[in-house]
């Protein structure tokens, strides 16, 4: 059908006038039809969209109208692997959604929560497996408990004093662990940098039993009591899971 515009249509239909089976072929095609072109849209699912025939196309997206191929598309379960994808101009997947809550960049079958295939440039990273604050009185806080089996983790952890006091601390480790109790031979490689006197330094460790353990932090001195809160000086911490099994 050759395109033709509203006011071209109009003309067909004008008082006097005198349309044609083929005018009214053209009414028709003009519009969308629910089984011809996939479209609809309803209270409960909004616009709707489903691919036609064979293809696995939903939507494409051009600069110009007299693109040839598209820049974007929307497509679903292409190459009959379950997902949305939005594709490039050559067809190739940059982001995919699945039915198993995944999102894959630059790859259709992605089999982690969030799998990159190129690289990820990150300008800030902060662990979310477990966050928080323990006190910096040089005993000894858990920071992650209750586990089992075999574990990897990298810490971030710091702790300011009092203004004025030169007690400041910053440590990063990775912390690993195959179970606990005496016959673990568990292992922490950590990078310290303090401020003043080397007791202001952090330290880590693990203790609990074989399917029962934790890992700590402590400064090794009492680094004061926040006057504003009564409370000591706070470490806080962040920590990423790298593995667990």
Do not use: C
């Not at 490039?88 to 790859?107: A, Y």
């Not at 926040?226 to 920590?239: L, M, R, S, T």
């Amino acid at each position: 059908m050759a395109l033709i515009n509203r006011q071209t249509l109009k003309n067909y239909f004008q008082k006097g006038g005198f349309a044609t089976e083929k005018h009214f072929v053209d009414l028709i095609d003009s519009s969308l039809n629910i089984i011809d072109d996939g479209i609809s849209i309803n209270q409960k699912h909004g616009f709707k969209l489903n691919p036609l025939g064979y293809s696995t196309r939903l939507m494409s997206f051009f600069k110009k109208t007299t693109q040839k191929e598209a820049d974007f598309s929307l497509n679903l379960n292409q190459d009959n692997i379950e997902g949305l994808s939005i594709n490039d101009r050559e067809g190739l997947p940059l982001i995919k959604f699945d039915q198993k809550k995944q999102i894959g960049v630059h790859t259709n079958e992605p089999r982690f929560d969030f799998d990159i295939k190129g690289v990820l440039g990150v300008e800030t990273k902060s662990g979310n497996y477990a966050t928080g604050e323990v006190d910096g009185d040089g005993s000894w806080q858990t920071v992650i408990a209750n586990l089992d089996g075999i574990n990897g983790f990298e810490v971030v952890a710091s702790i300011r004093g009092k203004r004025g006091s030169g007690r400041y601390a910053m440590a990063h480790a990775i912390a690993l662990s195959t179970f606990g109790g005496r016959s673990s031979r568990n292992k922490i490689k950590h990078t310290h940098a303090y401020y003043g006197s080397f007791f202001n330094k952090l330290s880590f460790r693990w203790v609990g039993e074989m399917h029962n353990y934790e890992l700590q932090v402590k400064t090794r001195r009492h680094y004061g009591v926040n006057e504003v809160d009564g409370k000591p000086y706070q470490i806080k911490f962040n920590i990423s899971r790298f593995f667990s099994e």
